[in-house]
């Protein structure tokens, strides 16, 4: 009986960790994707302090 009650829960968790990952992923990256852009973008150029 208890082997069962564990057997019908863990999927459930398993499922909920999941999706509780994929969440945080999707609202986590955002800032990330927009920090990777300014890299994308390079330095602001230093060639007319130059002088």
Do not use: N
């Amino acid at each position: 009986m208890v082997c069962t009650v564990i057997v019908l829960i863990s999927p459930t968790v398993e499922r909920i960790l999941f999706y509780t990952d994929k969440y945080l992923e999707k609202k986590t990256k955002r800032p990330v994707l927009k920090a990777l852009q300014k890299t994308k973008e390079g330095p602001p150029s230093t060639t007319d302090a130059v002088d």
